[in-house]
């Protein structure tokens, strides 16, 4: 495949106010076998950590001596996670799963951070409307942006795209 081809394939990134989201929707209870066979045995029951990241768990933490960033505690935006898992979940067969399965896990975790309530159905519609508690936790840096002229940096042999096959 060449690069353009496979830049060509990749979908546009989900922005907060969830442009872009392909249709589709997943319930909770769905999301529950999605993850059990497909998340697990990484993210542990519920989510909860395993050999891989807990997912939920840890809100109210972050000010405090030991944060936990979590989905739940940290990640602002419920498109942020579908995006997420959709693009590079599971770990070992990214973008493998439908976006109705998509949306179910997303709706299972955040079910289990009782963000969305067990009976939820989550889609296209209104996953953006999702308040994620830790929403307001971000400001945006209002220094002025001064990133050094590419050809100064020593980053410059990775501006120039490999040739095209
Ligand atoms: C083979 C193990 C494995 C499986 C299976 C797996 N993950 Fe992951 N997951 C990871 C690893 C490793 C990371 C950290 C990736 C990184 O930091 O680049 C991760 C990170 C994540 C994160 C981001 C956590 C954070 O706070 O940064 C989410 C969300 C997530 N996985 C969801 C899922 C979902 C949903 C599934 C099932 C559809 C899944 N994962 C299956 C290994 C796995």
């Given at each position: 495949?060449?690069?353009?081809?496979?830049?060509?394939?990749?979908?546009?990134?989900?922005?907060?106010?969830?442009?872009?989201?392909?249709?589709?929707?997943?319930?909770?209870?769905?999301g529950a076998q999605?993850?059990?066979?497909?998340?697990?045995?990484?993210?542990?029951?519920?989510?909860?950590?395993?050999?891989?990241?807990?997912?939920?768990?840890?809100?109210?933490?972050?000010?405090?001596?030991?944060?936990?960033?979590?989905?739940?505690?940290?990640?602002?935006?419920?498109?942020?996670?579908?995006?997420?898992?959709?693009?590079?979940?599971?770990?070992?067969?990214?973008?493998?799963?439908?976006?109705?399965?998509?949306?179910?896990?997303?709706?299972y975790?955040?079910?289990?951070?009782?963000?969305?309530?067990?009976?939820?159905?989550?889609?296209?519609?209104?996953?953006?409307?999702?308040?994620?508690?830790?929403?307001?936790?971000?400001?945006?840096?209002?220094?002025?942006?001064?990133?050094?002229?590419?050809?100064?940096?020593?980053?410059?042999?990775?501006?120039?795209?490999?040739?095209?096959?």
């Amino acid at each position: 495949m060449t690069l353009i081809a496979l830049v060509a394939g990749w979908d546009v990134s989900i922005p907060p106010d969830g442009t872009g989201l392909p249709a589709g929707s997943g319930t909770v209870a769905q999301g529950a076998q999605v993850f059990t066979a497909k998340c697990l045995a990484c993210h542990g029951p519920e989510g909860a950590g395993l050999v891989n990241d807990r997912l939920v768990g840890g809100q109210g933490t972050l000010t405090s001596a030991a944060p936990v960033k979590t989905i739940g505690s940290y990640w602002p935006y419920a498109t942020t996670l579908f995006d997420y898992i959709k693009r590079s979940m599971p770990f070992t067969a990214p973008d493998s799963l439908t976006s109705d399965q998509v949306y179910a896990v997303t709706a299972y975790i955040l079910a289990q951070a009782k963000i969305v309530p067990d009976d939820a159905v989550l889609g296209a519609d209104n996953l953006a409307k999702v308040r994620m508690p830790n929403r307001d936790g971000f400001v945006p840096d209002r220094r002025p942006e001064r990133f050094p002229a590419p050809a100064n940096t020593p980053h410059q042999s990775l501006a120039t795209a490999p040739a095209a096959k």
